[in-house]
């Protein structure tokens, strides 16, 4: 990937990025605090030129090494960890992984190949909150940030075809159809999951639906039981795949 403007590349490994004159944040908010990691120098640079348009992004490091962003990044506030997706398959990562769980966790976004089923798989499993297709990170990396520092979870369109259809072969293989979803599920429940498949918040869905986030909690805990679902990002996928057959699967009320 390679930003769409010829840029200097310059090597910042480990330093963190001086204030930004010309930052203007949200009125209500604080600036995303990003972290990137990616041991590619020029990738990273990259990365910096494309997120530089977005006001609400501030870029405090990056780092090649995830020894070293284990170490040094995360002793300051990290809202979003942006991580190269071969980081995920390797023991530095799960190092990394595991201590950015032991505090105020960030949300972590990660750069891939969608065709790439390890990292899908190890996305999923550390719970990654956004997945960007390397060959459409220019127009996917910024939203995907600020998606996943507001909780939730953003796909590459090629991204979510995937994953898409891998959750809908382990439909067909557990034998569990979507009408068989239905079976399963309570209405609430499947209110709850469709909602879940358009990417919105527990609280955006107590909102909608005039109920206690509590009880939006209760669902979804009940909805990965019932479905024999590991993690969350599972039930948003099922739930997107849902939302798109529910017109063919129910007749106009």
């Known amino acids: 990937m390679s930003p769409k403007e010829p840029t200097t590349v310059t090597s910042t490994e480990g330093q963190t990025a001086p204030p930004r004159a010309d930052f203007a944040p949200r ?26 348009s977005y006001a609400q992004i501030e870029i405090v490091a990056d780092f090649g090494s ?13 809202d979003v960890l942006l991580v190269g997706g071969d980081y995920l398959k390797d023991r530095a990562g799960t190092a990394l992984h595991d201590q950015v769980t032991t505090g105020r966790r960030p949300a972590v976004v990660t750069l891939m190949q969608p065709d790439d089923a390890v990292t899908l798989r ?24 600020l998606e ?18 891998w959750m809908a072969d382990g439909i067909r293989r557990e034998h569990l159809s979507l009408p068989q979803v239905e079976d399963v599920l309570t209405e609430r429940e499947l209110e709850v999951l469709e909602a ?21 909690r209760s669902h979804v805990y009940h909805i990965l039981t ?23 699967l129910r007749p106009p009320s």
């Open 196 to 216: 879940l498949g358009h990417g919105i918040t527990n609280t955006a869905i107590a909102h909608r639906l005039h109920v206690q986030e509590a009880t939006v």
């Open 27 to 52: 009125a209500t908010d604080q600036p995303v605090r990003l972290v990137i990691l990616d041991e590619d120098p020029i990738l990273r640079a990259g990365i910096r030129a494309i997120l530089d």
């Open 148 to 165: 996943a520092h507001g909780g939730r979870t953003y796909l590459s369109a090629s991204i979510a075809e995937v994953l898409v259809a």
């Open 66 to 78: 995830a020894r070293l962003a284990s170490s040094r990044a995360l002793q300051t506030r990290t």
């Open 122 to 145: 190890k996305a999923v499993k550390y719970a990654v909150r956004g997945f960007v297709d390397r060959n459409t990170s220019q127009h996917d990396l910024g939203t995907a940030v």
């Open 226 to 248: 019932k479905l024999n679902l590991r993690t969350r990002t599972e039930a948003v996928l099922l739930g997107h795949s849902y939302a798109n057959r529910r017109p063919a």
